[in-house]
């Protein structure tokens, strides 16, 4: 139980990494809220965790909608009195070259993978500050440190990301905050499955690639992402912060 009493908000939470990640912090003890867009998603993870024997709530979300994610903190604040962890894990995977790619697509992608990030940090961060301590994980990608053909907006996205959460690592290190961000590989997700498998024809072909970009020889599973998102937080790691994981089998030493 190493997040006994601690709260913890992971936005995306109905699938892939945020599903398992919610699951995980719920079983070490804590309260544990997830948003996303899709309610049937929350529900079924709500489900899920209450055949464990363990609660999760949630709340329906549009992370780029400002509004939204300030009354998600206020009921986060209002229900359990505090916020210790942030989990900012919600994105999309639009396909696409840099000359293919909509100017609709590149916004859409921008404003859930960063800006979203960016808000509900934002409103996260006063009360982390007041109460001098607390953890924030932020979701890039391996992609978003090395680059990679035709997910353009995605990629510069993660790019972003890595790039804010060094700085937001600096702005609160002297407050008792500490920001990291994980960056998979490719992960067996619907982000992977619905998003850059979608404008692939040879559906086998795209996974014995995906599988050879990484040393060990495969992808990774969503719960071995959300281990390393438990680590980051675990006050064993304190002196952590500012770091960018790579969780890729060995894709980033290449």
């Known amino acids: 139980m190493k997040f006994k009493d601690k ?15 919610a699951l995980l912090f719920a079983e070490e003890g804590a309260n544990v809220l997830i948003t996303g867009r899709r309610i049937d ?3 079924e993870v709500q489900k899920e965790a209450g055949k464990l024997g363990i609660e999760i709530d949630y709340l329906v979300n549009d992370i780029s909608d400002e509004d939204r994610c300030k009354s998600i903190v206020k009921y986060v604040v209002e229900k359990y009195g505090h916020i210790d962890i942030l989990f900012n894990n919600a994105g999309i995977l639009l396909p696409g070259s840099t000359h293919e ?5 590149w916004d859409k992608t921008f404003n859930v993978n ?3 990030m960016w808000l509900m940090s934002k409103h ?3 009360h982390l500050m007041e109460q001098r301590s607390g953890s924030i994980i932020n979701s890039s990608s391996v992609i978003g440190i090395k680059g990679f053909t035709g ?5 510069a996205s993660k790019g972003a990301v890595a790039e804010l959460t060094k700085c937001m690592a600096l702005e609160y290190a002297d407050k008792g905050i500490r920001v990291n961000a994980i960056c998979p590989g490719f992960v067996d997700t619907p982000l992977v499955s619905e998003g850059y498998m979608s404008r692939v024809e040879d559906k086998e072909d795209a996974k014995t690639y995906l599988n050879s970009l990484h040393p060990l020889g495969r992808i990774a599973t969503a719960k071995e992402i959300a281990h390393a998102v438990l680590f980051l937080c675990d006050e064993n790691s304190g002196f952590i912060t500012g770091h960018l994981l790579p969780i890729d089998g060995g894709w980033n030493a290449k």
């Open 7 to 21: 709260t913890v908000i992971v936005t995306g939470g109905g699938t892939g990494i945020g599903r398992e990640t």
């Open 124 to 126: 996260v961060l006063p």
């Open 114 to 116: 960063v800006r979203g």
């Open 151 to 155: 997910v353009a907006a995605y990629a």
């Open 41 to 43: 998603k929350l529900r």
């Open 101 to 105: 790619i909509s100017s609709l697509e």
